[in-house]
């Protein structure tokens, strides 16, 4: 059901997208902009691991790695049938993480330094299995295109400010400065709603590759704790990004309403926890005390 809602939302914006063209130039306009958005949305969806681990300084994990973070990656990404990844340690010192990459075979993790001090390896091997999950889903690209789509139409928008109320045939004034305000408004409800829905997907999975939702549920706890009051400047400083990550890094409020990036962090534990339930030999809670640059005995602590 997440793919075809998915599938939905991601119709909705592409002809949000082709409708704007066409109020601002016709049928011509919506077929420049479907070939616009065409043109964008490959170019991001090649590049787009490349651009989002540059903006954020993602450093690869080379062969000091005295938590083990690449052995815990081959070993998860083993289990959950996945080529293994690119790892990439991001020093900022709330914790967090995200995944991107085209497709399973050029894909990367990328984990902040404050989640590699702050979890336990249960914990961290939970966050590990859930951006796992959103590879494996083809979440990557879906969530690039979405943003691509949400940026183009806040482009659009601006555009019409200065050309859209001057045609005749336009939609005037009144419905320029409308379509400025609500079109963007409206792209941004999209991208949300498609960013929320995959995460909860991922979760599931997630829990699935590592065989225990409560090491997940665990780490979100505690990096939602931290996220709210440790700052990532960078990714404040790109704010198109936020929707990638585990949890949101911008000091959201964690509520799961129409406007929010992520599900309620509450919520989405209490669905582990649910799900936990429900598997033989997957109610062991993670550690809440970190282990701190011990090297892993094992894949899974």
Not at 46 to 54: I, P, Y
Not at 181 to 197: D, E, K
Request: glycine content about 10%; some cysteine; proline content about 6%.
């Amino acid at each position: 059901m997440g793919y075809v809602k998915t599938a939905i939302l991601m119709a909705a914006m592409t002809a949000l997208f082709m409708g704007i063209g066409y109020l601002l130039a016709g049928s011509g306009g919506m077929v420049f902009a479907l070939l616009a958005a065409a043109a964008m949305n490959a170019f991001a969806w090649w590049n787009s691991d490349k651009m989002v681990l540059r903006m954020h300084n993602a450093q690869p994990v080379g062969g000091h790695d005295p938590v083990g973070l690449v052995r815990m990656v081959a070993d998860l990404a083993d289990n959950a049938g996945l080529p293994m990844p690119q790892v990439y340690l991001i020093d900022t010192p709330q914790p967090n993480a995200f995944a991107t990459g085209r497709n399973p075979d050029n894909a990367a993790v990328a984990v902040t330094t404050g989640l590699v001090r702050s979890l336990s390896r249960e914990e961290l091997a939970g966050v590990i299995a859930h951006e796992l999950a959103h590879i494996r889903n083809h979440d990557t690209a879906i969530m690039t295109v979405t943003a691509t789509f949400a940026g183009a139409i806040t482009m659009l928008a601006n555009f019409a400010l200065f050309f859209g109320g001057r045609r005749d045939q336009g939609p005037g004034l009144l419905g320029t400065l409308a379509l400025m305000f609500l079109a963007p408004m409206a792209a941004g409800i999209v991208q949300m709603a498609i960013s929320r829905t995959r995460e909860y997907a991922a979760d599931k999975a997630g829990a699935e590759i590592c065989g225990h939702p409560l090491w997940l549920a665990s780490a979100l706890e505690r990096i939602q704790s931290a996220a709210s009051r440790i700052d990532n400047d960078v990714a404040e400083r790109n704010p198109g990004t936020a929707h990638m990550f585990i949890i949101n890094p911008l000091h959201a409020h964690a509520r799961d309403s129409l406007f929010a990036t992520h599900p309620s962090t509450a919520n989405r534990v209490a669905a582990l926890r649910q799900m936990s339930a429900g598997m033989p030999g997957a109610g062991r809670e993670a550690p809440r005390q970190a282990r701190r640059n011990r090297p892993p005995s094992g894949p899974w602590g």
